[in-house]
């Protein structure tokens, strides 16, 4: 037995003691465990023996059980001792009596040791694995930070705190992600695979659960339980759709969300890069829902189907365009929040009924029209809609120019009928 191996065996037990993570009782019968295994190996069976194991001191004990027999009657050197050996250890022992030394395991030889340190790196490994799969199995759906090793084409690697892996696959980054090495990298725990016995940790920042981790360190009332997230739909990087209750009348939960000049959201927007989040009232009456989740549309009527979960929208034909969204962002999302199909259709009466100002570009000059666009009135009746005196009060307008425009305007139903 060399003295490198004495060092290598020290050290083994080294690495035991760092696991602080490991109970006692785990720790003591693993590397019982590993003992008897090689006792097993050399001797055929380790019921005659005991292993006590020091782990704080980092040592061990064996201790060999043989039955005394006559010097002519030995058959198993390993569970029998003679008569003669035994009275060497102690005058006083006879025949059927038990003798207990130590055994010096170094003295088993360089085969042994080896196979020990084999087996105790081999149960440090499988402790390890099975102590970060328990550890991150508890974290799926909480947020964690770690350091960005290294960046691959399908995946990053991150390093946290205590040297585990995680990995953030690229399907799970927002397109507008970008990292350096060393750089600390937020996400939600996506899951644990444990394929073989080998734990992966996946993460995720493209996941709903990511952005309602993030309102709850941001908006204490949600931390609390007296606003709840009831649904999120999430177009990662570009735009989220979040509906909140509140289960207290007097908070208002899309202010509390948002907070005081959007100082609460203003860091989850940060940290999604830039993801512009709407925040709308739950309701459990489907068309009111409907109608908040295609904000900022205006929507004139609604026609929904309860069996098939199909919804056809009425819109003025100026909000269509607000209510699709860009690339179809806006209604997309909207159906994602609301669980419905939505048809997007022009309010054709309404078009029939009124008339847009542009189309009387003839009659009135433009810069009037342009003055009432700019006080929100895009049709005849929208103008015709507000009294002649808050007409010159909101647009600014002489007297003259007001009666002219709402004679013209008039005109053109009183031809109609």
Known sequence: MSKKETINL?????????????????????????????????FGTDENFDVIINPDKGDFEIYRNRTVVEDDELEDENME???????????????????TDTVNFMGFGRRAILTLRQTLSSKILELQKDNVYNKYSEKVGQIVSAELYQIWKKEM?????EGNELYLPKTEQIPNDFYRKGDTV????????????????????????????LFELEVPEINEGLIIIKKIARM?????????????DRIDPVGACVGVKGSRIHGIVRELRNENIDVINYTSNPSLFISRAL??????????????????????????????????????????????????FRDIEDEEEDIYLDE????????VID?????????AKSVLAIPREDLIRRTDLEEETIDDLISILKAEFEDEE
């Open 186 to 213: 937020r996400a939600v725990v996506a899951m644990v695979d444990n394929k073989n016995n080998n734990p992966k940790i996946i993460l995720s920042r493209t996941s709903p659960v990511f952005l309602e981790r």
């Open 81 to 99: 001792i003679t008569l003669s050996e035994a009275k060497k250890i102690d005058e006083d022992y006879e025949v059927g009596e038990e003798v």
């Open 371 to 379: 003055a009432l666009k700019a006080i929100g009135c895009d049709t």
């Open 295 to 344: 904000s900022p549309a205006k929507i004139s009527s609604i026609r929904l189907s309860e069996a098939d979960k199909k919804a056809e929208i009425y819109l003025r034909p100026e909000e269509v365009s607000q209510a699709i969204g860009k690339g179809g962002l806006n209604i997309k999302l909207a159906s994602m929040l609301t669980g419905y199909t939505l048809d997007v």
């Open 10 to 42: 020290i050290d083994t037990f080294s690495e035991f003691k760092e696991l602080k993570s490991i109970d006692r009782s785990t720790l003591i019968s693993v590397l019982e465990e590993s003992f008897r295994n090689v006792i097993t190996k050399m």
């Open 360 to 367: 009387f570009s003839d009659e009135i000059d433009q810069w």
């Open 157 to 161: 690697l991150l390093i946290d705190d």
């Open 236 to 248: 990662p990087g570009e735009r989220a759709k979040v509906a909140v209750e509140s289960y207290d």
